[in-house]
């Protein structure tokens, strides 16, 4: 269940773990599946939310719950967009956390291309890799830019993984930036105009042990987030 007694700060618990999501926005940033040095929990790989202009992201003013999923509200203020977040546990365990992670922004301004980067280090190579959809099929590669396309995109470091999962809607809308030990995917960047929303879900996926059957686990998780209606996120 989520606990939510600080404006931005959520922690996700049940009887045999925690994980944690600094939401606060601003200078503080946004982290998803952070953990505290205190908890005796292997270390994971949280993933960031990151502006990609150099203005810090908008500050959340409002949060709330309805059932599992939690809801933030980020408004424009000074910034060039205002964002809305919704986050909803779709399997958790003391070592993985599958999070629907359903990102809206919207602006004021007439001429902007708003952009939000998902990001994660590690210790390895990024690997990407996409889903034969038609076909229900899992059509492995590496290295590359599979924008376009349903896909997986992960990074390791040590015993951790953090993967982002795209389903056929969002994957034309996302482009890689990933390098090296970086995983960086960018959401959204095209002109947005004035009142308009914008909506992606990606799937978020932390391991704390790495022990992830790529074939397996990443495809019947690609179908689940296929089956699912886009959910509102106010």
Same mark, same amino acid.
């Given at each position: 269940m989520w606990n939510t007694d600080q404006l931005g700060v959520a922690s996700w618990k049940n009887s045999d773990t925690v994980w944690h999501f600094e939401l606060r926005g601003g200078e503080r940033g946004i982290q998803l599946g952070t953990q505290h040095a205190s908890e005796s929990q292997a270390e994971g790989l %949280?993933?960031?939310?990151?502006?990609?202009?150099?203005? $810090?992201? %908008?500050? /959340?003013s409002e949060q709330y719950l309805r059932?599992?999923?939690?809801?933030?509200?980020?408004?424009?203020?000074?910034?060039?967009?205002?964002?809305?977040?919704?986050?909803? %546990?779709m399997q958790v365990t003391a070592e993985l956390l599958v999070l629907e992670f359903t990102v809206s922004i919207q602006t004021d301004l007439l001429d902007t291309h $708003?952009?939000?980067?998902?990001?994660?280090?590690?210790?390895?190579?990024? /690997?990407?890799?996409?889903?034969?959809?038609?076909?229900?099929?899992?059509?492995?590669?590496?290295?590359?830019?599979?924008?376009?396309?349903?896909? /997986?995109n992960f990074i390791r470091s040590e015993n951790s993984l953090a993967?982002?999962?795209?389903?056929?809607?969002?994957?034309?809308?996302?482009?890689?930036?990933?390098?090296?030990e970086e995983l960086r995917l960018r959401l959204f960047g095209d002109f947005l105009e004035r009142g308009v929303i914008r909506?992606?879900?990606?799937?978020?996926?932390?391991?704390?042990?790495?022990?992830i059957n790529l074939e397996g686990e990443f495809e019947s998780w690609h179908k689940a987030l296929e089956q699912r209606p886009l959910p509102l996120t106010s």
């Amino acid at each position: 269940m989520w606990n939510t007694d600080q404006l931005g700060v959520a922690s996700w618990k049940n009887s045999d773990t925690v994980w944690h999501f600094e939401l606060r926005g601003g200078e503080r940033g946004i982290q998803l599946g952070t953990q505290h040095a205190s908890e005796s929990q292997a270390e994971g790989l %949280p993933l960031s939310i990151a502006p990609v202009d150099d203005l $810090p992201l %908008p500050v /959340v003013s409002e949060q709330y719950l309805r059932g599992d999923r939690l809801f933030l509200n980020y408004p424009q203020g000074d910034r060039r967009y205002a964002m809305r977040f919704s986050l909803q %546990p779709m399997q958790v365990t003391a070592e993985l956390l599958v999070l629907e992670f359903t990102v809206s922004i919207q602006t004021d301004l007439l001429d902007t291309h $708003p952009m939000l980067d998902l990001q994660a280090f590690g210790d390895s190579e990024v /690997v990407s890799a996409d889903f034969t959809v038609s076909e229900s099929n899992w059509r492995s590669s590496v290295q590359g830019d599979h924008s376009g396309a349903a896909s /997986v995109n992960f990074i390791r470091s040590e015993n951790s993984l953090a993967a982002i999962l795209l389903d056929q809607r969002d994957g034309p809308a996302t482009t890689s930036m990933s390098s090296g030990e970086e995983l960086r995917l960018r959401l959204f960047g095209d002109f947005l105009e004035r009142g308009v929303i914008r909506t992606a879900r990606p799937w978020i996926i932390l391991n704390r042990s790495g022990g992830i059957n790529l074939e397996g686990e990443f495809e019947s998780w690609h179908k689940a987030l296929e089956q699912r209606p886009l959910p509102l996120t106010s």
